[in-house]
Each structure stands twice: as C-alpha cells, then as structure tokens.
C-alpha cells in the first residue's frame, strides 16, 4: 500500500492527532467507527512518519504516545481525597428488596429513582484530567491509597488520553478484558506452550500492574467508566453526569437503566441473569444506585459502603452433578486424556455432559470414580473444570490405563509430562482418526468438507486408513455412504485434489502432525529441503546425528525439534504414509522467496513517486532479482527508486544518508 507523505505543518500533524482521536471516540465510546482498520492503520503510519520526521513537533496526547519505551521500576502511591468505596453485597431478592425498603425510609417515604447497572469483573480504576487531558490513573489500593498506573493505561485505547474539552475531571470506572479477546489470549499462549491465564478479570487485573507497558500493549484491554467524582458540580442526576463525560469522549456502559418502584428492580435481576452470557465481557452482578446527588447526600455513606448503593450479586455458577463414567480421548499426538462423562446439567446457560479432567495426576488429586457426585463450574466463564468430589460412591477409583484403549500398544508417560501417550502412532486407529482430521485442517491442507463425522465414516468404510488414501478416493466410492450424493461426492473428491496443487510443502509437513513441528518451525525445514522428498532423500543419506545436526543449523530449530523430525521420517508406519503419498502426487515444491542469488541480492530498496507501471510490479520485479523492500529511507537503504512528483521528504532523507537516487531506467539496469 501507498505510503502517504509526511505532513508539511505542524498545525496538519496536529489536525491528524485530533482526527486519530474522533475515531477512537467513534470506535469506543459510540461503537459506530466510521472508517475501515486499514483507513486507520494508514493515518497512524503517517504520523508516526510525520512524527519522526519533527520530533519537534509531538505533543504528549498524540495517538502514538500510548506505549512508553522503558519499564518502570515500581509503582508511585497516590493518597486521594474522596475515597474509592466498595460496595455492599446482596444475594437474594428479599436482600435487595430490604435495601430498597433502607433507602425509601431514609428519604422519608419519597420514591427514589435508580440507576441499574452492570456490575463489571474487571479491575477498579480512577482516571484525572487536568485541563482534558489524562493526567493521572491509579488503582483502588485500599481506597485511600492506590497506585500510579498511568503509563499502563494509556495503552488502553478506549480511555482517551485528551477530551473534547479542557475540563477538570475525576472519573471511576473498571478496565477489563472482553472474553473474547481472553480466549484469544489464551489460545496463542497455549500453542507457544505457555500457561494460559485462569479468567479475564484476573487478567486484566495482572496486566494492569505489569512494570512494562510495552508487555501491557500486549493484551487488549477495554474500559466502561461508571462515576464522576463530585458528579453534583457537572449535573444534578448520576446518569445524567454519565452523558456529560460520554459526550466529552469517555466510554459508559450503553446498558444503564433508569428505573423506578421495587417491580423494575425485580424485572432487571431477572432479565440480567438470563442474559449475562450474551455480553461481550463478564459480570458479576449488577449495581443498583439512586440517581440524585442530593439524596445519595442525605443517605450518606457507613464507613465502608455507600447506602445509596448496593450489588446484588448473582448465583454461583458452581452446581454439583453426578458422574456417569470415564472416557478416553485419544489425540493426534497419541496422548491420552480422561474426560468425565456427566449427567446433564445447567451451567451459566449452557448444558455441560463432558468435562476434561486434563490428566492423570489430576485424576489422582481429584480420587474419582463413576457414580461420584462432583463440583463444576466454568472457569472464566468458558471451560467446564471439576473442582471436586463432594459425595463418593462406592465405586473403584479411576487410574491410569496401562494400555491404548483404542489399539492395545503400550502407553508411555512423555518426558517431564503428566501426559500419558499411545506409541502405535499411525498404527493406532484413534490417533489416525484424528491424524487424517488435524491433516485436512484450516492453514494446512485445508481439504473442505472434510470434518471429523466423514473422517471417521471413511475409516469406518475402509476406505481410508492413513492421510495418503484421501488422494486415491474416487466419487463413485463416496456416493455409496450415507451423507453422501453425487454432488457432495464429486465436491469432496474436487477439494481434495485441489489441497494437492494449493499446498506448500511447509504446510504439507506441519499437516503431518509431527510432533513440535508447527506451520512456524515448518517453514525453515521447507525452505531447505524444498520438498518432502528431498528432505527423506537427505534422511536416508545420513544417520540420525548427521540428520540433526543439519536441521539444528536452522534457525528456529532447535535439538528438540530435530529429534522430533527425526524420529518421525524413520519410524516405519510414517515413512510408509509419506512415500504413499509422494508416489500419488503429493509431493509439493516449497516456493522460493527471495533468492540470496539474483542481481539485487541483499540490497534494500525503497520505491517512491508514480512510475510507468503500478507500484507493487516494481517492487515484485526487485523481489524476483533478490532485492527487499524498505518502507522508509534510512542509513540502511541502498537506493531510492523515485518516479515522478517524489515528495521532498525522501529526497531530503536520500541526501541526508547519501543513498543514490535513481529512476526506472535506472532500476532496468540495475536487474539486467
Ligand atoms: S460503583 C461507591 N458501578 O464493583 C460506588 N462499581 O465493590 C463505587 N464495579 O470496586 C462503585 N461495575 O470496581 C460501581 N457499574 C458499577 C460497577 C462497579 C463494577 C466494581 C467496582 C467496585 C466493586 C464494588
């Protein structure tokens, strides 16, 4: 994509800035963005263009300002005036209809009007603008004194550094993460072998008090802001007060109520507990407050709680079941994980019958048997966990099988691992189910139409044992199965020849499920071996040692992983399947990129102004001689390639590093 050129006033850079932050305020506050990402990602990059070319010229609220550059060395403590009071708890509707009750005789009689609202799980955050802009956010601590963490919430991008006015403003309100970016989260950490996080609010929580805010930037975190700190000087009502800093840029919840009379607070808790679920983030509850400043002043507060004020907190989302029996899962890797089969049973809106129990020392800790009587809940409000047996029955406790359930072979405890895994591989018929599954999968092979239902129909069928037979089914097969018609037939049959010419071969051996050999690690292994029957040539023409200490030479591969692959091209079963498959045609060539050969080999480029052809041809052209493409001229750059009306900026940056500037006729005879 076309840079844009760097901005030629400072009063343009400024207008940038401000027009960054009406998107923000679109995106955030009135969920109603009126331009793409793309459209955004690129007025950013002229900023940040526009900035590194005037330093001079940056103000400390600019968009790119977000993330500091150093680690702190600690928090500083904030002591503050008004203190941040939590709120009293309620269970039950008699609870909060007595709270009611409280605050009714304290305004003698008078019917008060409520705000109702979402009890948000996140982290408590109080945020200062001086003058509109965000001066200072601190943590609860113990109400009194909490922490800076200001430098950690200018990553947030729903907070807006700067408001629409340059007013003084103390506002409350709680950062959280939305589940789905947690399970996001959550799934990169575990595919990077890392401990996944236990819930959002804990999450947010931990993050919010990380040192580095380069590491805050992160995780995506999200803010609704409730209260304004001395609410009376800016309206007269608390829900009023919310639409004044919402007008001046601040995110509120679009789900507060006004309600009156005890029937609305009934109402709420029944339609909030239904539909708790359905909301982006998590609640724990909702708060129930009285709108008037001037009757939260005559209610007051005790020395811990408002008493305009109260939470009801809804039911645990802990329930106790019965466990019916013990299943074993087998995976592609062969692990074998215990999973409790349950009788069905309601959790947080959902009906919840397996839960895995992950493995068998958990099993151990756990002492369960069929019959037992367990406690769930979901954890972050997603996966099932057993907390515990709460009632034993006088049945045999669970252990660890000694054999394969699905083929008989030895199982065998993985190194370091509580995982208990099948040795048959490929002869197994469990971890072929899921083998040929993994193989068609999104980013690999991706064969459409081909699911874990007709897998597991063509194996049955015996049609189809290991990955290499999909590339000899015919149609006329397919049709004779159920779930099967001529068209579907014909359709299966075509994507799976097309997976064929579409794959690389990085994609083909991250397809292969070896063990620790994702579509990252793949990718150098591809590179150097070109094809899958290169690298079982290079296998055969040397001996294990030889073998990895080829492959350890790549970057990104370490012993490990070598042994791994090792492993995998000389075990029988495997080597049978690859050399299947290439003698069918599925042998692909890894495309080259960027040769180290070529005329313009490492040598960086940068390509400005209009030329004859489009941009993106120019650039492919460089690419083909060995050339990279540089976004900026640096000291780095070894020529600018500049068409007509190039603007001053990189002719200034060229002089500056002294980088030769050359046209396309230039350029011709530099690749010829
Ligand atoms: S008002 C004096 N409103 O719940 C009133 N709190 O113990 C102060 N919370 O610490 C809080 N959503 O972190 C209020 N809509 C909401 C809230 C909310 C979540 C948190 C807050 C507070 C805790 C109550």
Excluded at 92 to 111: I, N
Excluded at 236 to 251: C, E, K, M, T
Excluded at 281 to 293: A, R
Excluded at 532 to 539: H, K, R
Aim: overall charge negative; aromatic content about 6%; hydrophobic content about 45%.
């Amino acid at each position: 994509m076309a840079d844009l050129p760097v901005l030629a006033t400072r009063d343009a850079y400024l207008a940038l800035c401000n027009e960054l932050i009406e998107h923000d305020r679109r995106y955030y506050v009135e969920a109603a963005p009126t331009i793409a990402d793309v459209e955004y990602d690129r007025m950013v990059v002229r900023l940040r263009a526009t900035e590194a070319a005037h330093p001079d010229w940056v103000v400390a609220w600019s968009p790119t300002r977000r993330v500091g550059h150093e680690p702190l060395s600690g928090f500083v403590k904030v002591v503050r005036s008004v203190p941040m009071l939590s709120l009293d708890n309620t269970y039950t509707e008699d609870d909060l209809r007595a709270f009611h009750e409280r605050v009714r005789k304290g305004l003698d009689g008078d019917e008060p009007v409520y705000s109702i609202e979402l009890k948000i799980d996140g982290f408590g955050i109080e945020l200062t603008y001086v003058g509109g802009e965000l001066t200072v956010a601190a943590t609860r601590g113990d109400g009194t004194t909490g922490e800076d963490v200001t430098a950690n919430v200018r990553t947030i991008r729903a907070i807006p550094q700067r408001l629409r006015e340059q007013v003084d403003l103390v506002v409350r309100g709680e950062i959280y993460m939305a589940k789905d970016v947690f399970a996001r989260m959550n799934a990169e950490r575990v595919a990077a072998g890392e401990e996944p996080f236990k819930n959002p609010r804990n999450t947010a929580a931990g993050s919010i008090k990380l040192l580095d805010p380069r590491e805050v930037a992160r995780r995506p975190m999200s803010a609704i802001l409730y209260e304004v700190v001395d609410g009376e000087r800016v309206a007269s009502g608390h829900l009023a007060s919310l639409d004044v800093i919402r007008r001046l840029g601040i995110p509120t919840s679009s789900e507060n109520q006004r309600a009156t009379g005890w029937d609305a607070l009934a109402a709420a808790v029944v339609a909030w507990t239904d539909r708790r679920d359905a909301l982006p983030f998590e609640v724990d509850g909702l708060v129930i407050k009285v709108d008037s400043f001037e009757q939260r002043g005559a209610l007051g507060s005790t020395s811990k709680f408002p008493r305009w004020a109260i939470a009801y907190k809804f039911p645990a989302r802990q329930v106790t079941t019965l466990v019916k029996e013990i299943e074993l899962n087998i995976g592609r890797t062969g692990a074998v994980t215990p999973v409790a089969i349950l009788e069905p049973v309601e959790v947080s809106g959902t009906t919840v019958q397996r839960v895995s129990l992950h493995n068998w020392d958990q099993v151990a800790r756990l002492d369960i048997g069929d019959g037992d009587r367990v406690l769930i809940e979901k954890a972050g409000e997603i996966i099932p966990q057993v907390l515990g047996v709460t009632a034993r029955a006088a049945t045999p406790r669970w252990t660890a099988p000694a054999v394969c359930p699905s083929c008989g072979a030895a199982l065998e405890r993985e190194e370091d691992k509580v995982v208990l895994a099948c040795t048959n591989r490929l002869g197994c018929p469990a971890q072929r189910l899921a083998a040929v599954e993994f193989f068609a999968g999104r980013g690999l092979m991706n064969i459409d139409g081909l699911g874990e239902k007709i897998v597991a129909q063509l194996l049955d069928a015996g049609l189809v044992a290991d990955v290499a037979d999909l590339f000899v089914l015919t149609a006329e097969q397919l049709e004779k199965l159920d779930r099967f018609a001529e068209q579907s037939a014909k359709n299966l049959v075509d994507s799976i020849a097309q997976s064929k010419t579409k794959a690389t071969f990085a994609r083909l051996l991250a397809a292969l499920g070896i063990a620790h050999v994702g579509g990252v690690v793949a990718r150098p292994i591809a590179t150097r071996y070109r094809s899958l029957s290169n690298l079982l040539a290079a296998a055969d023409a040397s001996t294990s040692d030889e073998l990895v200490a080829q492959l350890t030479e790549m970057e990104g591969v370490g012993e490990v992983i070598a042994r791994a692959v090792d492993r995998f091209v000389r075990d029988p079963h495997a080597r049978a399947v690859m050399d299947k498959l290439i003698a069918r045609g599925v042998d692909p060539e890894e495309p080259v990129t960027a040769p180290a050969t070529g005329p313009l080999a490492g040598k960086t480029l940068v390509v400005t102004g209009t030329l004859s052809v489009p941009r993106g041809e120019i650039q492919a052209r460089i690419e083909a001689a060995g050339g990279k493409i540089g976004g900026s001229v640096t000291k780095k750059t070894d020529y600018l390639v500049a068409g007509a009306d190039t603007g001053k900026t990189k002719l200034d940056a060229a002089a500056k590093h002294g980088v030769p500037v050359i046209d396309e006729a230039g350029l011709q005879a530099l690749l010829t």
